[in-house]
């Protein structure tokens, strides 16, 4: 598998002819509702039919409050085989990344004192479908990165702190196969949160209009 495989860049890809019908209805019913004029939406119709790829399609509908946006299609979850492997990850006072191609344990953890930790795990291979990541965060940032395809638990505690999921980047397209990771521990004064992100390397025009 080329290495390319994981940095894809989905609003490249080309639309269909269902796509830009769906576009093209949406547009209608905005403007049966008074939310767009009669010009603007021949403007709009114009630019739908048009469209080539997500990223043409995706601005369209962006400002139409009644309507969920464009999505772009979500990739399918695969990685390149891992090489390392690492059953805690530690900060203090300074910084710890763990990215790309690595192996998660069944059981990994995460601590950082006034300092902190980031878990991407879109490009890691999963030892078990069910993974446990306990994570502790002193006055410290821990932060763990999921794609569209996993499952997450949170469960921690937060002391004067955060941790929560943040608002996803990327709609969730679960299975009944997909990975599970639980994330449990504790926030002191500081934060620990999970987010849900497209591939590395989407453009931060698109991550906007989510």
């Given at each position: 598998?080329?290495?390319?495989?994981i940095n894809?860049d989905p609003?490249q890809l080309?639309?269909?002819?269902?796509?830009?019908?769906?576009?093209?209805?949406?547009?209608?019913?905005a403007a049966?509702e008074?939310?767009?004029?009669?010009?603007e939406?021949?403007?709009?119709l114009?630019?739908?039919?048009s469209?080539?790829?997500?990223?043409?399609l995706?601005p369209i509908?962006v400002?139409?409050?009644a309507?969920?946006?464009?999505?772009l299609p979500?990739?399918k979850r695969?990685v390149?085989?891992?090489?390392?492997?690492?059953n805690s990850?530690i900060?203090?006072?300074?910084?710890c990344?763990?990215?790309?191609?690595w192996?998660?344990?069944?059981?990994h953890?995460?601590?950082?004192?006034m300092?902190?930790v980031?878990?991407?795990?879109?490009?890691?291979t999963?030892?078990?479908?069910?993974i446990?990541?306990?994570a502790?965060?002193?006055?410290?940032?821990?932060?763990?990165?999921i794609?569209a395809?996993?499952?997450?638990v949170?469960?921690g505690?937060p002391?004067?702190g955060?941790?929560?999921?943040?608002?996803?980047?990327v709609?969730?397209a679960l299975?009944?196969d997909s990975p599970?990771?639980?994330?449990k521990?504790?926030?002191?004064?500081g934060?620990?949160?999970?987010q849900?992100?497209?591939?590395p390397g989407?453009?931060k025009?698109i991550?906007g209009?989510y």
């Open positions: 598998m080329d290495r390319g495989d894809w609003a080309r639309v269909s002819d269902d796509d830009r019908h769906k576009v093209a209805e949406i547009l209608r019913e049966g008074g939310r767009i004029d009669l010009d939406l021949d403007e709009r114009e630019a739908t039919y469209a080539k790829t997500y990223a043409d995706v509908t400002d139409l409050p309507h969920e946006p464009t999505s979500v990739p695969e390149l085989p891992a090489s390392t492997t690492h990850s900060a203090v006072m300074g910084e990344k763990r990215q790309g191609a192996l998660v344990p069944a059981s953890t995460a601590f950082a004192l300092g902190s980031t878990l991407d795990l879109r490009g890691a999963f030892a078990e479908r069910d446990t990541i306990t502790n965060a002193v006055m410290a940032e821990v932060k763990v990165i794609d395809g996993t499952n997450v949170v469960s505690v002391i004067m955060e941790f929560h999921q943040a608002k996803d980047k709609a969730p299975s009944p599970v990771v639980r994330v521990g504790m926030a002191l004064m934060s620990v949160s999970v849900r992100l497209p591939p989407t453009p025009k991550l209009t």
